[in-house]
């Protein structure tokens, strides 16, 4: 779909930008773009892009900041670091190398967790929490404990809104809403979470039948997972047929990622990496929101050159 040559066009845009990061997050700094960097380097089995990688991940690890969210603070580092771990990028020790900021991280969730909107924004954090707890043996128990209050967090709040949305005098944005169970289910089963509220599968169940809210791909996708009975087969079915995602002409490039990978092939990206060798950098970087960092994980070219050369990468 994409040769080598754009491949490394795309590298060199990202090493042009990282000399003047001063993030050293996941989705907006230097780790989203190490790790970016290593697959491609296994791809191409390149050297000086390992390199390059392998110094972008370490100044991401010294660095020093208060943030412990997934998206731009510690747990999103050490998320990308067990990762590298476990897939023998590097060799390394996990807690060696972060076993304070680990610390850092549950305590400073420990201070944090009383506040109902911190526990809500938190969600991602259990990718991180989940990544630690089947790299360590033994399992640390406040793990659990974390995760299961985020989660819940969660589920009290999507249970509140969706039982909201029959009244009619409803003001809060049912698309805000919709999202954020979208994020939960993600979340739930790419976590491996087997203690998921099934309630709030039920009442988004009831809502849809009664045709309350619009149809969902991702919603699908995940709910098609996570459905071990066939409880959900209708709306898992009509949610697939009715979902207006396969029209992407107006989709950003995070969210042609996505598709490719829920749908399971590539005619979201093909089209936009078919043209003009001298064009397709362009066309890309027109294909992010204004105001992003495009070489980052988050929506930009980071983001891209994983999932071109690990296409089975989770994405998160």
Same mark, same amino acid.
């Given at each position: 779909? %994409? ?16 000399? !003047?990061?001063? @993030? ?7 780790? #989203? ?13 390149? *050297? ?10 370490? *100044? ?14 510690? @747990? $999103?580092? #050490? ?19 972060? #076993? ?15 506040? +109902? /909107?911190?526990?809500?924004? !938190? ?21 659990? *404990? ?5 989660? *819940? ?26 999202? =954020? ?10 976590? $491996?979470?087997?203690?998921? !509220? ?26 098609? =997972? ?33 598709? !490719?990978?829920?749908? $399971? ?14 064009? %397709? ?7 992010? +929101? +204004? #105001?992003?960092? =495009? ?15 690990? /296409? ?5």
């Amino acid at each position: 779909m %994409i040769n080598v040559v754009t491949i490394r066009k795309l590298v060199d845009y990202l090493l042009l930008n990282a000399c !003047s990061i001063n @993030s050293s997050g996941l989705y907006n700094g230097k780790a #989203g773009i190490a790790w970016a960097l290593f697959e491609v380097a296994r791809y191409l089995q390149d *050297e000086y892009i390992e390199d390059q990688a392998f110094d972008l991940l370490q *100044e991401a690890l010294i660095s020093k900041t208060d943030d412990i969210g997934f998206e731009n603070g510690l @747990s $999103g580092i #050490g998320h990308v670091l067990i990762y590298l771990i476990k897939n023998d990028f590097i060799d390394a020790d996990f807690d060696e190398l972060f #076993g304070e900021k680990y610390e850092k991280i549950l305590s400073g969730f420990e201070k944090a967790k009383e506040n +109902p /909107k911190t526990l809500l924004d !938190s969600i991602r954090l259990n990718y991180f929490l989940a990544a630690v707890e089947s790299y360590h043996n033994p399992v640390d128990k406040r793990i659990d *404990e974390a995760m299961k209050s985020i989660f *819940e967090a969660n589920e009290l709040y999507l249970a509140i809104q969706f039982l909201d949305f029959k009244d009619i005098h409803y003001i809060n944005s049912k698309t805000t809403v919709l999202l =954020k169970f979208e994020k939960y289910l993600k979340v739930v089963y790419e976590c $491996g979470y087997v203690n998921y !509220s099934r309630v709030v599968l039920d009442d988004y169940a009831d809502l849809y039948r009664s045709g309350r809210v619009k149809s969902s791909r991702r919603v699908a996708y995940y709910l098609e =997972k996570l459905d071990k009975t066939g409880k959900y087969n209708d709306i898992i079915n009509d949610n697939k047929r009715f979902s207006a995602l396969d029209d992407v002409k107006n989709a950003s490039l995070k969210d042609r990622i996505e598709l !490719s990978q829920l749908l $399971g092939n590539d005619k979201h990206l093909s089209l936009l990496l078919m043209g003009e060798e001298n064009e %397709i950098e362009k066309t890309i970087l027109k294909l992010m +929101p +204004p #105001g992003v960092f =495009k070489a980052g994980y988050e929506q930009g070219v980071s983001r891209l050159l994983i999932y071109l050369t690990h /296409k089975k990468t989770v994405l998160f």
